[in-house]
């Protein structure tokens, strides 16, 4: 990876920690602001301790900053009460506040670039057909395990876990986020998928290059 790409992302990672402090400060619930932002703290690790030997593409590096950033906002103001969310409810003329379906949606496009850039770089699966339908399958099985996190956070913690959830009242809300999720993750392979190719190729290029 070249010395600029590396100073981009480390500009990135100093502005996601910034703003991560900064959503820390006052957030309308403590408890729900820390189970959103948990991912992030387990992630950002891992990628600054792979980075030297297994960094990714700069595509998946930007799309896990912006999905950082999604989770930050949740976190801060829960989801049924981020400001956008209630313009995109008065744009499609809705009652509830949408901003958790774009989070669940990026559940999908993000995570499955990641499955995917790890099978290819891996050369685990051969066939796009097959690897396509593994990478779907991942995807919903991350998305429902995180359905059952929210439902072992109920069952823990009562109404305290009424934030986290975010339902606002849908009794479908569980099937709801999964499948957008899922439009997540066939937008992500349908849009992206030329790209990655060729971002792969040039990092899979430069490392075969320095080994």
Known sequence: MSLNQSKFLVLLLLLLCGLLILSGLNPYDRLTWFMEIFPILIAVPIMIFTYKHYPLTILLYCLIFVHALILIVGGSYTYARVPLGFQIAEL?????????????????????LVAREIL????????????NFVLICIVLALSTSYEFIEWGSALALGQGADEFLGTQGDPWDTQSDMFCALIGAIS????????????LKALVGKNDNQA
């Open 188 to 199: 992500s392979l349908s849009l992206l998928s030329g790209i990655h190719d060729r971002q």
């Open 92 to 112: 499609l003329d809705i009652q509830r506040n949408p901003y958790d379906k774009v989070g669940h949606f990026f559940q999908g496009f993000v995570p499955l």
């Open 120 to 131: 290819l770089r891996g050369a685990y699966i051969h066939g796009d057909k097959m690897r």
